[in-house]
């Protein structure tokens, strides 16, 4: 029964934790509030190794010496944006995750709604000529000519063709 309940425990205990981060335990700051910050911060940054993982989830030899930096600016007084800021001038933009909407980065942020818009305009075009095309040989209303009534009577009159058995 202690092994059934032990390993029920296990087993909640990995369910109910949240995603497993590759902060280490001597990295974590004393004071809860700015640890929160750092781990924010963290994971708003990229790593440099991974480069689609933020530094809070990656293992990086790299990912961990930012993370150490972010604590150590957080603990010297910095506010959130002077040490985004500080990473940005020392490793560029490429270390957001989000990159900021500014001039040089808006052919990136503009890019999807763009393509999504021209799509949507090609589909509209696409459609309004298929109608058109589609209005102009429309059967339903076509006329026929005196020559197509003889001949539509003539075979409306003759008699069924008897079906062949299979």
Same mark, same amino acid.
């Given at each position: 029964m202690k092994r059934i309940l032990a390993c029920l425990f296990a087993v909640s205990v990995m369910l109910g934790s949240s995603a497993a981060y590759a902060v280490l335990p001597d990295e974590i700051m004393s004071d809860p509030v700015k640890e929160a910050r750092a781990r924010d911060l963290s994971r708003e940054l990229r790593c440099m190794v991974c480069q689609n993982q933020s530094i809070d989830d990656s293992e990086a030899p790299l990912a961990r010496d930012l993370r150490l930096l972010v604590r150590e600016r957080i603990a010297a007084g910095d506010s959130d944006a002077q040490v985004l800021d500080f990473l940005v001038a020392r490793y560029g933009e490429f270390v957001l995750l989000?990159? @900021?909407?500014?001039?040089?980065?808006?052919?990136?942020?503009? =890019? #999807?709604?763009?393509? %999504?818009?021209?799509?949507?305009? !090609?589909?509209?075009?696409?459609? @309004?000529?298929?109608?058109?095309?589609?209005?102009?040989?429309? =059967? #339903?209303?076509?006329? %026929?000519?005196?020559?197509?009534? !003889?001949?539509?009577?003539?075979?409306?009159?003759?008699?069924?063709?008897?079906?062949?058995?299979?």
């Open positions: 989000k990159p @900021r909407l500014e001039p040089h980065t808006l052919l990136l942020w503009l =890019l #999807s709604p763009l393509a %999504l818009a021209g799509g949507g305009f !090609a589909l509209w075009i696409h459609n @309004r000529r298929r109608a058109k095309s589609a209005g102009t040989e429309d =059967l #339903s209303t076509a006329k %026929l000519t005196a020559e197509e009534e !003889a001949r539509l009577k003539q075979l409306m009159s003759a008699e069924p063709v008897p079906e062949q058995p299979v």
